[in-house]
């Protein structure tokens, strides 16, 4: 069982920065990448951004690229997103996920484990 824990979010002016972090912890496969999607009110769940674990490929949704960074410490078990220049379209609850393989898939279908999610507000 893998628990995955986030932390970071908070409520934030417009261009401002936050830095979400996800520690994981329990028994992982060999290879396994982890992903941060949103969820904000009234819409569906949606991949921001995904890196493999072992080679540090990261991929991004395109409305995030240039504004966000993805990155883990192998050594800590932690996942990061630094997020920057956020806009209140940003405004949503984020979620850390894992999933075993080598493959980033934008999909919340495939996921093997979620965190409990993180708040994150961007006022106007």
Known sequence: QVQLVESGGGLVQAGGSLRLSCAASGRRSSSYVMEWFRQAPGKEREFVAGINWNSGNTFYRDSVKGRFTIARDNAKNTMYLQMNSLNPEDTAVYYCAL???????????????WGQGTQVTVSS
């Not at 999933?99 to 484990?113: E, L």
Request: aromatic residues 6%; proline residues 0%; positive net charge.
């Open 99 to 113: 999933k075993a393989g080598q493959i980033i898939i934008t999909s919340t279908a495939r996921i093997d484990y």
